[in-house]
T-cell receptor, first 115, second 115 residues
Framework: DSGVTQTPKHLITATGQRVTLRCSPRSGDLSVYWYQQSLDQGLQFLIQYYNGEERAKGNILERFSAQQFPDLHSELNLSSLELGDSALYFC??????????????FGSGTQLSVL | AQKITQTQPGMFVQEKEAVTLDCTYDTSDPSYGLFWYKQPSSGEMIFLIYQGSYDQQNATEGRYSLNFQKARKSANLVISASQLGDSAMYFCAMRVSNTGNQFYFGTGTSLTVIP
């Protein structure tokens, strides 16, 4: 158990809908990262938050947004969903801003299926 | 540009044998961290081993060791005494501080352990 909690584990929805994925980092970790994993794109970095502030942005679509709350949990909002958004979405956490030695601890992921 | 390359999409190994999973990386920064993660069929990403660019010795964690060859920019994962539970996807990753501390992942290698 990595200590990172993601909910829900599975999500099935329709095109055009909006969903929210939730992540609680490991106790003491200040950084939260979101990744998208699909068969054709591999692991794609979406966004990182550190202590409530956006720290780095990757290949995140404008239809997607995220935030980190004062209690350090994070939510990833996906709107106007398309079939191509179907993927495994991971949350990960690390203790600091991202020093070279900081490993990421991953949650078990949310499998999103857009029908 | 930072890049991680895993050229072996799939590997097979006999149970109890050792196996090497290849990883090469590209960065011009002298300070970086190299990581290996395991993703079993259940989906979670499990941290295996870490190597810092300034570390003099190759990292080891139980049956896992990292064959770090800095001049060749390679960071191969060696799994000794393979077990059936080692069957999984394995991802090599790099973190470089001067690129906003992002994690760069390879495309992964699927390892199958044969009884």
């Amino acid at each position: 158990d990595s200590g990172v909690t993601q909910t829900p584990k599975h999500l099935i929805t329709a095109t055009g809908q909006r969903v929210t994925l939730r992540c609680s980092p490991r106790s003491g970790d200040l950084s939260v990262y979101w990744y998208q994993q699909s068969l054709d794109q591999g692991l794609q970095f979406l966004i990182q938050y550190y202590n409530g502030e956006e720290r780095a942005k990757g290949n995140i679509l404008e239809r997607f947004s995220a935030q980190q709350f004062p209690d350090l949990h994070s939510e990833l909002n996906l709107s106007s969903l398309e079939l191509g958004d179907s993927a495994l979405y991971f949350c990960a956490s690390s203790v600091g801003t991202g020093n070279n030695w900081e490993k990421l601890f991953f949650g078990s992921g949310t499998q999103l299926s857009v029908l | 540009a930072q890049k991680i390359t895993q050229t072996q999409p799939g590997m097979f190994v006999q149970e109890k044998e050792a196996v090497t999973l290849d990883c090469t990386y590209d960065t011009s920064d002298p300070s970086y961290g190299l990581f290996w993660y395991k993703q079993p069929s259940s989906g979670e990403m499990i941290f295996l081993i870490y190597q810092g660019s300034y570390d003099q010795q190759n990292a080891t964690e139980g049956r896992y060791s990292l064959n770090f060859q800095k001049a060749r920019k390679s960071a191969n994962l060696v799994i000794s005494a393979s077990q059936l539970g080692d069957s999984a996807m394995y991802f090599c990753a790099m973190r470089v501080s001067n690129t906003g501390n992002q994690f760069y992942f390879g495309t992964g290698t699927s390892l199958t352990v044969i009884p």
